[in-house]
């Protein structure tokens, strides 16, 4: 049995800055590690079995994803039985599925004796996901292109505090979307999804509203949207701030405490 933690991100800002002609999007994000993990065991089996604390597809999974392509790259032919135990919210923009995807590869990689830096980061955002390099890559940083080039490694040296409602938001949508702006200049508080869900969820702006009628102003002002999902943050939050989030916990959202990870491997 082979055990592996998997953690997650935020996305400090992201902005959409392009778009390529087979329908990516370029982007300007800053990818920040934080200290809430999966946790996965891998062993030998003669078929793909899942085993997980949530109701997950045995077809359809980050991890059998990389598990297939690995076999497709290096021309293998294995399979294993998996047990996952997520912490890590599901569709709330914190890179649960692409950094389980991620440490999967690592666990082969280790597995087989093969170096990691034969993976090739281009080829993985295209063929698994944009946000399982990253992970791959495990350092705090910021990124370009469709979130496979890293231009400077840089960790906020910060705690933070996540709000993640059970709202599940499609990143596919997402980026489909006519309310999507794209722009060249690179606005460092700004996450260009934002307006997009506050514009067409409203389960999602329901919960805003919830959330922000107790809190002050200047409090409103410091949530942020993490990626492409669901997740609000607050960088630093005071005692006040925690005191009176943790507080208003209920069945709709969860609420972490996490810090910055300068690197994770």
């Known amino acids: 049995m082979y055990k592996y933690k998997s953690c997650a991100k935020l996305n400090s800002y992201l902005n959409i800055t392009g778009r390529l002609k087979n329908g990516y999007h370029e982007l300007n994000t800053h990818f920040q590690l ?43 032919s294995q399979n294993f039985r998996v047990s996952l135990r997520k912490n890590i919210p599901i ?17 082969l990689c280790n597995y087989h004796s093969i170096k990691p830096s034969l993976l090739d980061y281009e080829e993985i955002c295209f063929d698994l ?10 350092k705090s940083t910021f990124a370009q292109g469709c979130g496979q080039i890293f231009t400077e490694d840089y960790s906020n040296d910060s705690k933070y505090l996540l709000v993640t409602p059970k709202i599940s938001i499609s990143t596919k949508q997402l980026f489909e979307s006519r309310n999507l702006k794209i722009s060249s200049e690179v606005d460092t508080s700004l996450n260009s999804f934002f307006d997009v ?36 943050f607050i960088e630093n939050p005071n005692d006040d701030e925690i005191q009176l989030i943790m507080g208003k916990i209920e069945n709709n959202f969860r609420v972490f405490q996490v810090k910055g990870l300068e690197y994770y491997h």
């Open 34 to 76: 934080i200290d809430l993990f999966d946790e996965i065991e891998f062993r030998e089996n003669e078929t793909f079995l899942l085993d997980s604390n949530i109701k997950l597809s045995q077809q359809n999974n980050s991890i059998q994803d990389a598990i297939n392509w690995f076999n497709n790259k290096f021309n293998f």
């Open 91 to 107: 569709g709330g923009g914190l890179g649960g599925g692409s950094s389980n995807c991620a440490t999967t590869l690592k666990f």
């Open 129 to 138: 996901g944009a946000d399982v390099p990253v992970f791959l890559y495990g």
């Open 197 to 232: 869900i506050t514009k067409e969820n409203n389960q999602f702006n329901e919960f805003i509203n919830i959330l922000c009628k107790k809190l002050s102003i200047n409090t409103q002002k410091k949530l942020k949207l993490s990626g492409t999902g669901s997740t609000l």
